[in-house]
Nanobody, 121 residues
Framework: VQLAESGGGLVQAGGSLRLSCAAS????????VAWFRQESGKEREFVAA????????AYSDSVKGRFSISRDNAKYTGYLQMNSLKPEDTAVYLC???????????????WGQGTQVTVSS
């Protein structure tokens, strides 16, 4: 399956963005999906994950209460709603599907190319 992120951009601190992760086919509906982020020169960081059915979610402590992950399996699309953005949220955000083991580890079979999110102070 191919994944394509969109929705990134430049936003002021305190603002909001909604990222989308569009998949190429229906097998997306059978995979858990996650969002990671990566700053230049740093390791990839787990942000949020959602089960294939959407019934279970997980968040990193740094985004809990501000970000919300969701999915629409009929549209083969995952979402990350980001509110109360902070400058430290600046990174390339990547979506991933079909985890191998722990959902919070960057061991996924499918990855998108990423979308840049920049939060100005």
């Amino acid at each position: 399956v191919q994944l394509a992120e969109s929705g990134g951009g430049l936003v002021q601190a305190g603002g909001s963005l909604r990222l989308s992760c569009a998949a190429s086919g229906p097998t997306f509906s059978t995979y858990a999906v996650a969002w990671f982020r990566q700053e230049s020169g740093k390791e990839r960081e787990f942000v949020a994950a959602i089960s294939w059915s959407g019934d279970a979610t997980a968040y990193s402590d740094s985004v809990k209460g501000r970000f919300s992950i969701s999915r629409d399996n009929a549209k083969y699309t995952g979402y990350l709603q980001m509110n109360s953005l902070k400058p430290e949220d600046t990174a390339v955000y990547l979506c991933a599907a079909e985890p191998i083991g722990d959902l919070t580890k960057s061991n996924y079979n499918y990855w998108g190319q990423g979308t840049q999110v920049t939060v100005s102070s």
